[in-house]
Nanobody, 123 residues
Framework: VQLQASGGGLVQAGDTLRLSCVDSGRGFSHYVIGWFRQAPGKEREFVAGISTAEDATLYADSVKGRFFISRDSAKNRVSPQMTSLKPEDTAVYYC?????????????????WGKGTQVTVSS
């Protein structure tokens, strides 16, 4: 498994940004892909997740209704589209993979992590 997160950048409040997580290894069959973020001075927190076996999704309350996660199985890609971005969304965003179909918001059960991508939202 080799996870690669990309798509971060500097945007203004209210803008939309789409991140991408690609597995250059075996692909995303029957896994859970979770997105987490860590802002300076804060603990890492769950953002969104998708179960590739069931297409079920899970969102943190802070992003519900603004972030939408989807997958492209042909491209081994999971992409959260982040809309109506706020300055408090500024963080390094990480994608992680967990074997099995069960969605989770807990980072300590994830099996693999990709390098983060920085998202900065200016006011």
């Amino acid at each position: 498994v080799q996870l690669q997160a990309s798509g971060g950048g500097l945007v203004q409040a209210g803008d939309t940004l789409r991140l991408s997580c690609v597995d250059s290894g075996r692909g995303f069959s029957h896994y859970v892909i979770g997105w987490f973020r860590q802002a300076p001075g804060k603990e890492r927190e769950f953002v969104a997740g998708i179960s590739t076996a069931e297409d079920a999704t899970l969102y943190a309350d802070s992003v519900k209704g603004r972030f939408f996660i989807s997958r492209d199985s042909a491209k081994n890609r999971v992409s959260p589209q982040m809309t109506s971005l706020k300055p408090e969304d500024t963080a390094v965003y990480y994608c992680a993979l967990r074997y099995g179909p069960t969605l989770t918001e807990y980072d300590f059960v994830m099996d693999y992590w990709g390098k983060g991508t920085q998202v900065t939202v200016s006011s």
